[in-house]
């Protein structure tokens, strides 16, 4: 009967999760039969299995009778556990999809958890589809699952050194390697996980995406390391979990538009939600580090675990007060440098200009991803001599943040490299070059991004990036379409483009032939900034052996801001 209830995906969550911070279930129905049956009889199944009196089944397909379904699973899966001799905490909400909803709780051993799973949705489908009881359905179910070999316990880690959990959508990895950079400057052994791969003390362990569990395993198993910084992305939480028990800092840089309409996230709100997990497993006694520029970000205090140490570009933020207030810690910038306030005033730790990341303070997204940095290095006790050094010593090059910021000059030109790929990033790109640019310059901008983006996050794209570019382009990346149509992409991209002002659009077939379309037509003195997510290695093959650009050192860097500046 699967037209009344059915599996549609029934997933084992190894670490904690957007639903419990432990090891959970997440089982998603689709329940056509529960949304088309009559009220009356669902109001007579509700009474029978004695559900409150406010359970009240709704309209047919409504929103209210997704979140009356919910509650009946949530009720027959705790039903079901008690008999099979278990208690249980049960989430059910309405799930992705008009038809769907998701029933969540914690397990202890995989194959039990995962047999009750399916009889769950059995009970679900045999309550509309046959005339027994819930308590006769309940009692053979727990027989079939006490009767299941229960299978192994959870292997999630349990960290006996600190570690420092990364998320957010822009700006993770960046932070990731400065903090890293940080720790090894105070003459410590650290590990860090991240969509690049897992390190150790700055050496490559393993190469690839490991922002989730599998990366955070790895990266706890280095041995006689001081600290581990993991990188939590998305993706990884939703699909498997976070990859330890605990955290003795979180630390969330920003929430913006990106990957939305996948798993089961559609909204930016959503979306904060699945990071803030990472605040959660924050320990009591340790601190969550958390951007109070992004409203998103800051309502993440609500539900974190840990003592506030909020982040702001503004002194006067009334967060920054609060946090003090609350026996928390706050970072801002103040005269020109990162400084932490206190109640006996502000203490100065490195100026902007001395911080090779922020580009001379003309970027503002580095600064904020520099203070969360500093911020979970200072909550983790480091010297705030060893701070100030790793800050004046980390260099947005090829080697040490390849892909973000990088910063070239061929003659009087400016090109940046920059990973920028959603809306955010892309006004972020905009602000450096408009920093770098000199009166009369014009900035130019060649774009790309993946396929699985929806088509409002691609328009945005297109029009943010020529809202902050005198001339754009669309380079196209067709290793990343991930199933879109290749046409459908750049229509989107060109199209958001065309909105924000551009007069033309040329698309170019990669990365590297859009640099090279721009060298070729960009002034003497005009400032070229290009998105670069396919072709990292060849493009800094092509600025650094055949076209004779240089590598733009911080003093280069300061000199050419002040020169921005003073023009």
């Known amino acids: 009967m699967p037209d009344l209830v059915d599996i549609v995906e029934l997933r084992v969550l190894d670490g904690p999760n957007l639903y419990f911070p432990r090891p959970a279930v997440k089982l998603t129905l689709a329940v056509p039969g529960w949304l088309r049956a009559t ?11 004695g ?9 047919r397909s409504s929103e209210h009778r997704r979140r009356f379904t919910s509650r009946v699973g949530a009720h027959v899966t705790r039903s079901l556990a008690r008999a099979s001799g278990v208690r249980l905490g049960v989430r059910g909400r309405a799930g992705p999809g008009e ?13 039990a958890a995962e047999a009750l799973a399916r009889e769950v949705a059995a009970v679900m489908r ?3 589809g046959t005339r027994r009881s819930l308590d006769r359905l309940v009692s053979e179910a727990a027989a079939r699952v ?6 192994p316990a959870p292997t999630v880690a349990d960290p006996q050194i600190p570690v420092i959990a990364i998320t957010g959508t822009n700006g993770k990895t960046t932070t990731v390697r400065l903090l890293a950079h940080i720790v090894r400057a105070a003459g410590c052994s650290v590990a860090y996980s991240s969509t690049d791969g897992v390190f150790r003390d700055g050496e490559l362990v393993e190469a690839g995406d490991y922002s989730g569990f599998g990366g955070a395993q790895m990266a706890l198993a280095q041995p006689d390391i001081d600290f581990a910084i993991l990188e939590s992305a998305r993706g990884g939480i939703l699909l498997r979990g976070i990859g330890t028990s605990h955290n003795d800092v979180s630390v969330v840089t920003n929430i913006s538009a990106d990957h939305l309409g996948l798993q089961g996230v559609d909204t930016l709100d959503q979306l904060a939600e699945v990071k803030a997990t990472v605040t959660t497993i924050t320990r009591a006694d340790g601190w969550h580090v958390l951007n109070a520029d992004d409203p998103r970000v800051l309502a993440m205090r609500r539900r974190a675990g840990g003592r506030p140490f909020m982040c702001s570009l503004d002194p006067h933020h009334p967060a920054l007060r609060d946090a003090l207030s609350d026996g928390g810690r706050a970072l801002t910038v103040l005269d020109g440098s990162i400084s932490e306030l206190g109640r006996g005033g502000a203490r100065a730790l490195v100026d902007l200009e001395h911080i090779p990341m922020a580009l001379a303070g003309i970027a503002s997204q580095h600064v904020q991803n520099a203070m969360s940095a500093t911020a979970a290095a200072l909550a983790i006790g480091l010297p705030r001599k060893a701070i100030a050094r790793g800050l004046r010593t980390f260099m947005p090059d090829a080697e040490s943040n390849p892909g973000r910021a990088n910063i070239y000059t061929l003659g009087e030109r400016v090109i940046v490299i920059d990973y920028a790929h959603n809306e955010a990033g892309i ?3 905009a602000q450096i070059a408009d920093g770098f640019r000199p009166s009369g310059a014009a900035t130019w901008i060649a774009f790309g991004t993946a396929g699985d983006r929806d088509d409002a996050i691609l328009h945005a794209l297109g ?3 020529a809202r902050g570019a005198d001339h754009v382009c669309v380079a196209e990346l067709h290793r990343y379409l991930r199933g879109r149509d290749p046409e459908d992409l750049i229509a989107r991209l060109r199209s958001g483009a065309l909105e924000g002002g551009a007069d033309d659009v040329p698309s170019m077939p990669d990365e590297v032939t859009a640099l090279r379309f721009m060298l070729e037509r960009a002034g003497p003195r005009d400032v070229l900034a290009i998105t670069v997510l396919a072709q990292r290695t060849e493009m800094f093959r092509l600025l650094d052996t055949e076209v004779g650009a240089a590598r733009a050192d911080p003093a280069t860097v300061r000199r050419l801001v002040r020169n921005a500046r003073r023009d």
Not at 39 to 49: F, I, S, W
Not at 146 to 151: N, R, S
């Open 146 to 151: 006490v009767a299941v070999d229960p299978g």
């Open 51 to 59: 559900l409150p009196g406010n359970a009240t089944p709704g309209a």
């Open 39 to 49: 009220e009356p009889r669902l109001t007579r199944l509700a009474t029978a299995m």
């Open 463 to 465: 029009y943010r990036a």
């Open 99 to 111: 038809d769907r909803i998701v029933l969540a709780f914690p397990w202890r051993r995989r194959d």
């Open 427 to 429: 006004e972020g790109l």
């Open 126 to 128: 045999d309550l509309l």
